[in-house]
């Protein structure tokens, strides 16, 4: 993660109330409709990596879509930016890797695909040629620049079509699931190289993924959207300050916790068993910290011999559950206090 | 200008990466076609014998399945390229580096064109081998017979437009695309001459009719299609053929439309 990342605040583009149903073909099947994105109004600054998560369903996928002009919206409006922060009038060069597919040419190479993409994009052939070169290399494909797509693994053939996004140098990348079935050496590079486009390049990444550890490892800001609705944003670490809880982690030896544990049952708490033999970890759920206090004079009073105490910081998955959830118990309420039904 | 140039470039390297490094798919293109030829060749021999009627009506019998084959290939090119494209994820990469996907098809549609006279060529031979037939045609013919095909060859890729739009909105049409084919093939034997003239001005509106009919007077009559009496008709397949370009063009356009309102691109 990234909070540290200088950012500039002139906006890569902005979504303003951006809407999208679709409409089944049927015109009497109308009633089927089915809205992906509801009211989405968000602007992400230039140079940063901005994660959107979100549950099956969310509108994740649709959003990146319509950024990319591959979906036209209901209703709402796209605007996108120079690096002065000038309004463009047309969408800028974006390069896109978009979920389950490979989006390249299965039967060609991969320096066949850029050479295709950068011709057909109106790319000087000198470019596509420096640009070629250094992208295969950037992504350790160098080797396998004249092998047919098809014959690639799956992770190969994944950083080609990443390869294949950032030819032409675009200053918006829209990464779909980027690293959906890569081992982890294939998905720790392409994190590696989403940090390094960002920070020495100022590229604009925006990425949609279930696998929160890679949003909490190259995201600067963090988007939650659930319903077609965009729940939260922030960056990660006013995300986390937001759901602290004042929980702690005692780890200590069985026989203390037997002494300590009539005592302490005034305090909300969880007990497992430690990884080591003959120890128990006990998490806290205290209510401020002045409970914190005197559950340390507690343990000092009871002469309990502590191997290791922290405080818990919740997880981005901890924050997205959390969210989630407040979310659905919202709509719940609100549905059954208009007398509703909750789907 | 550049730019189109650089894309049809772009469009013939890619068609001959994929013909050189799959030739077999090639070869049992070129098979299938030369063995149906044969079947219908040896088919209607036995019913016909070898009479002087059979041998008059050879020369037409081959120009129409000569374009018959440009027929099917203009129509289901453009289906089967949308049908493969989606289903790998091709097509949308395509929408985001070229938005305008209707000026590369006509790029597409070309280079599919010169691939077929070469394909037309390697047939035209094998034929010709087994018939021993030669198609009369003299060099200053072959101006108004280039010309003949090409208006042909547009008008059917107009056609295909249609059907190149119905399979960005419902991707897997290719069923329709075989019962075409079917459509077209008798479409390219029907006798249109001998029809009543009601039927002959219907079935002249369709692709194909009235550039098989010019193509057997410079053929098989070897009549020049230039001559006052053919004008009229080159016209009409002029105009017809614009027709179809123009309305396949701007159908397809829509369909365009709709599927990027209903997110059909990336569907298969």
Redesign the interface.
């Given at each position: 993660m990234s909070d540290s990342t200088v950012t500039t605040s002139a906006p890569a583009f902005e979504l303003s109330r951006l809407s999208?149903t679709?409409?089944p073909?049927i015109p009497w099947h109308r009633h089927r409709a089915v809205t992906?994105v509801s009211e989405l109004t968000l602007n992400v600054p230039r140079g940063i990596v901005f994660s959107l998560l979100g549950p099956n369903g969310a509108g994740k996928t649709?959003t990146i879509?319509l950024l990319?002009?591959?979906?036209?919206p209901t209703q709402g409006s796209i605007s996108f930016f120079d690096e002065k922060g000038r309004l463009l009038a047309r969408r800028p060069r974006?390069?896109?890797v978009?979920e389950?597919?490979?989006?390249?040419?299965?039967?060609?190479s991969p320096m066949?695909n850029l050479?295709?993409?950068g011709?057909?994009?109106?790319i000087p052939r000198s470019e596509i040629r420096r640009q070629a070169k250094e992208l295969l290399s950037m992504f350790d494909l160098a080797d396998k620049a004249n092998s047919?797509v098809q014959t690639l693994s799956r992770g190969m053939q994944q950083k080609v079509a990443i390869a294949?996004a950032l030819l032409g140098d675009p200053d918006l990348l829209l990464l779909d699931e980027p690293t959906l079935g890569l081992d982890v050496e294939s998905a720790r590079l392409i994190k590696r190289r989403l940090r390094h486009l960002v920070e020495e390049r100022g590229k604009t990444i925006v990425l949609t993924t279930h696998q929160m550890e890679l949003a909490a490892t190259v995201a600067d800001r963090i988007g939650i959207m659930q319903e077609g609705r965009l729940i939260a944003e922030d960056k990660l670490s006013n995300l986390i300050s937001f759901f602290r809880k004042q929980d702690y982690e005692v780890e200590m030896p069985r026989a203390s916790w037997k002494e300590v544990r009539p005592a302490a049952s005034a305090l909300s708490f969880d007990e497992e068993e430690c990884d080591e033999e003959d120890c128990v970890r006990v998490t806290f759920h205290l209510e401020d910290t002045n409970d914190f206090y005197r559950l340390m004079t507690h343990l000092k009073e009871q002469g309990a011999p502590l191997r290791s105490i922290r405080q818990v910081t919740p997880t981005l998955e901890d924050v997205f559950i959390e969210i989630t959830r407040r979310y659905r118990t919202n709509a719940t309420d609100t549905a059954q206090a208009q007398g509703g039904e909750v789907k | 200008m550049t730019q189109l140039l650089r894309l049809l470039q772009a469009e013939f390297i890619r068609t001959l990466i994929l013909r050189w490094r799959y030739p077999l798919e090639l070869l049992t293109g070129l098979t299938v076609m030369y063995l149906i030829f044969l079947g219908l060749f040896l088919g209607a021999r036995s019913l016909v014998g070898e009479t002087t009627g059979f041998e008059l009506s050879l020369s037409g019998f081959i120009v129409s399945y000569l374009m018959w084959f440009f027929a099917i290939s203009a129509i289901s090119r453009l289906t089967y390229s949308i049908e493969v494209e989606s289903s790998q994820g091709v097509l949308e990469q395509i929408f985001l580096n070229y938005p305008r996907y209707l000026l590369l098809q006509y790029v597409r549609g070309f280079v599919d064109f010169i691939e077929g006279l070469v394909f037309i060529a390697a047939l035209l031979g094998l034929i010709i081998l087994t018939t021993h037939r030669m198609l009369t045609m003299d060099w200053a013919s072959a101006g108004p017979v280039a010309l003949v095909v090409i208006l042909t060859v547009v008008g059917l890729q107009g056609f295909g437009f249609f059907f190149g739009g119905l399979a960005l909105l419902f991707k897997r049409i290719g069923q329709v695309g075989g019962v075409l084919q079917f459509g077209f093939f008798l479409l390219a034997y029907l006798p249109v001459e001998r029809m009543s003239v009601v039927g002959q001005q219907l079935l002249y509106c369709l692709p194909l009719t009235q550039g098989i009919r010019l193509l057997k007077i410079a053929l098989v009559d070897g009549r020049p299609i230039f001559a006052s009496a053919n004008l009229g008709m080159l016209a009409g397949l002029a105009a017809n053929s614009a027709c179809y370009i123009l309305l396949g063009s701007a159908f397809f356009l829509l369909c365009e439309k709709k599927a990027k309102i209903d997110g059909r691109l990336g569907q298969y």
């Open positions: 999208k679709f409409y073909l992906a649709t879509k990319a002009g591959l979906i036209l974006i390069g896109a978009l389950g597919s490979r989006n390249v040419y299965w039967r060609l066949e050479y295709y993409f011709e057909i994009n109106g047919s294949l | -």
